[in-house]
């Protein structure tokens, strides 16, 4: 399918993010990787997700080089680690994860997940950085709803902007409690590994493989643009898969142009249970 990219707003800063982005867990330093990351931005996959933890460092630096001179066509993230959430540190590794990008700015600062320094702490370096212009907002990554509360009870409404979770349609834990108070208080959700990590649903002959297979084959698409769409149903989620080489990435792309029917979201939702109420999952 041709690449349609559109575009939403991102949680409470109101800027247009393309729903469908890139993200670079795992692909550091490679030829291949980088290839993939500028025909994204050909394609309109705008929104780049990248952390100071990924290859220590390696990844911002590919991203770096994949947005250089495209700089304003990119909606750009990067994550903090939480030992590196004191409010100093926070300080030092977003001037670092900066220097990496070759950039004077993120439009969004994360806290990869939560540790042991205090929110306020971390929340308040967040904010010194907005004042600086080094950040234009920032949110979190991994956060359930009760520390996404705790987030908003700290520093008001409109915050955190986004969370990044895992989603996929093996992994739908977020919609029993996070995704329902992402969309009460209006944070985005930005959906990390979206295919998961099990590609026999793709490729595989169980029932659950079939129902992709059989709507992917209805649209003239593939099952993985059917997986990616079904997550975007939900208008407040935006989906970061990563693709290490440009065939991949235009598969990715293809996946904005697809628009499943009732029924098929019907079919999807009855082959992909939500499972059970537990503890936020991570990877």
Same mark, same amino acid.
């Given at each position: 399918?041709?690449?349609? #990219?559109?575009?939403?707003?991102?949680?409470?800063?109101?800027?247009?993010?393309?729903?469908?982005?890139?993200?670079?867990?795992?692909?550091?330093?490679?030829?291949?990787?980088?290839?993939?990351?500028?025909?994204?931005?050909?394609?309109?996959?705008?929104?780049?997700?990248?952390?100071?933890?990924?290859?220590?460092?390696?990844?911002?630096?590919?991203?770096?080089?994949? #947005?250089?001179?495209?700089?304003?066509?990119?909606?750009?993230?990067?994550?903090?680690?939480?030992?590196?959430?004191?409010?100093?540190?926070?300080?030092?590794?977003?001037?670092?994860?900066?220097?990496?990008?070759?950039?004077?700015?993120?439009?969004?600062?994360?806290?990869?997940?939560?540790?042991?320094?205090?929110?306020?702490?971390?929340?308040?370096?967040?904010?010194?950085?907005?004042?600086?212009?080094?950040?234009?907002?920032?949110?979190?990554?991994?956060?359930?709803?009760?520390?996404?509360?705790?987030?908003?009870? #700290?520093?008001?409404?409109?915050?955190?902007?986004?969370?990044?979770?895992?989603?996929?349609?093996?992994?739908?834990?977020?919609?029993?409690?996070?995704?329902?108070?992402?969309?009460?208080?209006?944070?985005?959700?930005?959906?990390?590994?979206?295919?998961?990590?099990?590609?026999?649903?793709?490729?595989?002959?169980?029932?659950?493989?079939?129902?992709?297979?059989?709507?992917?084959?209805?649209?003239?698409?593939?099952?993985?643009?059917?997986?990616?769409?079904?997550?975007?149903?939900?208008?407040?989620?935006?989906?970061?898969?990563?693709?290490?080489?440009?065939?991949?990435?235009?598969?990715?792309?293809?996946?904005?142009?697809?628009?499943?029917?009732?029924?098929?979201?019907?079919?999807?939702?009855?082959?992909?249970?939500?499972?059970?109420?537990?503890?936020?999952?991570? #990877?």
């Amino acid at each position: 399918m041709a690449a349609k #990219i559109t575009t939403r707003p991102f949680g409470s800063s109101h800027r247009q993010v393309a729903c469908i982005g890139q993200g670079t867990w795992k692909m550091e330093g490679s030829a291949a990787g980088l290839a993939a990351l500028r025909r994204g931005l050909d394609l309109g996959l705008t929104h780049i997700d990248t952390a100071e933890m990924y290859g220590s460092g390696a990844a911002e630096r590919l991203v770096g080089k994949a #947005i250089a001179g495209r700089r304003d066509e990119v909606f750009l993230v990067s994550k903090v680690l939480p030992s590196n959430a004191s409010k100093s540190s926070t300080l030092a590794a977003c001037e670092k994860s900066l220097a990496h990008l070759g950039t004077d700015r993120l439009d969004c600062y994360l806290l990869h997940w939560r540790g042991g320094v205090p929110l306020e702490e971390t929340l308040s370096a967040f904010e010194v950085l907005v004042r600086q212009g080094k950040i234009l907002s920032w949110g979190v990554s991994n956060f359930d709803a009760d520390d996404l509360a705790e987030v908003l009870g #700290i520093s008001g409404a409109g915050h955190p902007v986004c969370n990044q979770v895992l989603y996929h349609l093996q992994e739908r834990a977020i919609e029993h409690t996070v995704l329902p108070w992402c969309r009460k208080h209006g944070c985005a959700v930005v959906a990390y590994t979206p295919f998961g990590q099990s590609p026999g649903i793709f490729d595989g002959g169980s029932k659950p493989a079939r129902v992709l297979s059989e709507i992917a084959a209805a649209h003239g698409a593939t099952p993985r643009q059917v997986a990616l769409q079904f997550l975007l149903r939900n208008p407040e989620v935006f989906v970061i898969p990563k693709a290490s080489d440009p065939a991949h990435v235009l598969e990715n792309a293809g996946a904005g142009s697809l628009e499943l029917s009732k029924a098929d979201i019907a079919k999807i939702d009855a082959a992909f249970p939500w499972g059970r109420v537990r503890g936020l999952p991570m #990877i």
